[in-house]
């Protein structure tokens, strides 16, 4: 296992998670994901405001879909398990998980930023297939498509979290942002090594590419797409759920109870689904409950 390829993080994280006292089961996203991954060659781009669940669900999505590990402990439990197919995806591909939310020490321009991501990318696939004929002048795409060739046709698939990060950043240039959606699409476009790439993000990618570099991502976005709506944050019937574990809790503990269900449709529920559903912020939900505290700011 490496840094980005196969990687033990996301498992840990979201198994982590899924421990937690309020919790809330998603995992029937990975069922839509299937048919994507059936047919091979496909880009998904889903963007949400900030702490809706975006890393989680990344974290899902790696913990399910990889090698290197079982993850049937933790699946089998959740309400995936009940689909037909889950079976035969779970735990059966290649999966590069990259945070680009991670950057590396001091950093302090774009080069700095990029190569630490080459750098530890290219590590992994040189651990994992040491007989790929590459170079080190070589691209990722280059050495990707080399193994592909060298490996009897081996693919991946890409879950690519935070992907607009770096446009956020004081240091970064417009030529440096075009250096990126470049480096992005000479890694993922029109590759036959990509079963999958999914990608997440705050803003949609027209946002920051108005060339055909990112042309191949299906968006979806709060809104204009209901796919997907019900994945990312949390839905009025969750929250009720969730507040009667509170409520639970509060009297097994004795504690008073210092948030009302009112409180948290009134402070949380600030967006709604393309369906007209309405969706509460995931963090702020979870903290005012974790925490009992009637109003927070997060």
Same mark, same amino acid.
Request: hydrophobic fraction near 35%; charge should be neutral.
């Given at each position: ?10 498992? @840990? ?10 919790? %809330?089961?998603? /995992? ?7 048919? =994507? %991954? ?67 020490? !001091? ?26 004929? /590459? &170079? ?22 890409? %879950? ?24 992005? &699409? ?11 790439? =999914? ?8 946002? =920051? &590419? ?7 991502? #299906? +968006?979806? @976005? ?28 509060? +009297? ?5 109870? !210092? ?13 709604? @689904? ?5 969706? =509460? ?6 903290? #005012?409950?974790?925490?009992?505290? &009637?109003?927070?700011?997060?």
């Amino acid at each position: 296992m490496g840094a980005y390829l196969n990687s033990q993080t996301p498992y @840990t994280l979201y198994q982590s998670e899924s421990r937690s006292p309020y919790f %809330v089961d998603k /995992t029937m996203l990975l069922q839509e994901l299937f048919p =994507y %991954v059936a047919a091979g060659n496909r880009h998904l781009c889903v963007t949400r405001p900030r702490r809706f669940g975006k890393t989680i669900a990344a974290n899902m999505i790696s913990s399910f879909f990889q090698k290197g590990i079982d993850s049937g402990e933790l699946f089998d439990r959740l309400k995936i398990s009940e689909a037909d197919d889950c079976q035969k995806y779970k735990n059966k591909y290649n999966v590069i998980r990259i945070d680009f939310s991670k950057m590396p020490r !001091n950093c302090e321009s774009y080069r700095q930023y990029i190569e630490r991501v080459e750098e530890l990318l290219i590590s992994d696939l040189r651990e994992a297939y040491p007989d790929a004929k /590459t &170079s080190e002048t070589d691209a990722i795409g280059d050495i990707l498509e080399e193994i592909f060739q060298q490996y009897h046709g081996e693919k991946f698939i890409f %879950v690519l979290d935070e992907w607009d990060f770096i446009f956020h950043r004081g240091f970064i240039t417009e030529a440096d942002k075009a250096k990126y959606v470049a480096f992005l &699409s000479n890694l993922l476009k029109d590759r036959p090594y990509v079963i999958l790439s =999914y990608m997440t993000g705050i803003l949609p990618i027209a946002k =920051y &590419s108005s060339g055909s570099e990112l042309t191949m991502f #299906a +968006e979806f @976005t709060m809104v204009n797409s209901p796919m997907f709506g019900t994945y990312f944050g949390f839905t009025d019937d969750e929250v009720d759920d969730l507040y009667e574990r509170y409520c639970r809790e509060c +009297e097994k503990q004795r504690k008073i109870k !210092n948030v009302t269900r009112k409180g948290l449709r009134d402070w949380y529920n600030g967006y709604y @689904t393309k369906s007209g559903e309405r969706v =509460y912020n995931p963090r702020s939900v979870v903290f #005012a409950l974790q925490f009992n505290l &009637s109003l927070i700011h997060i």
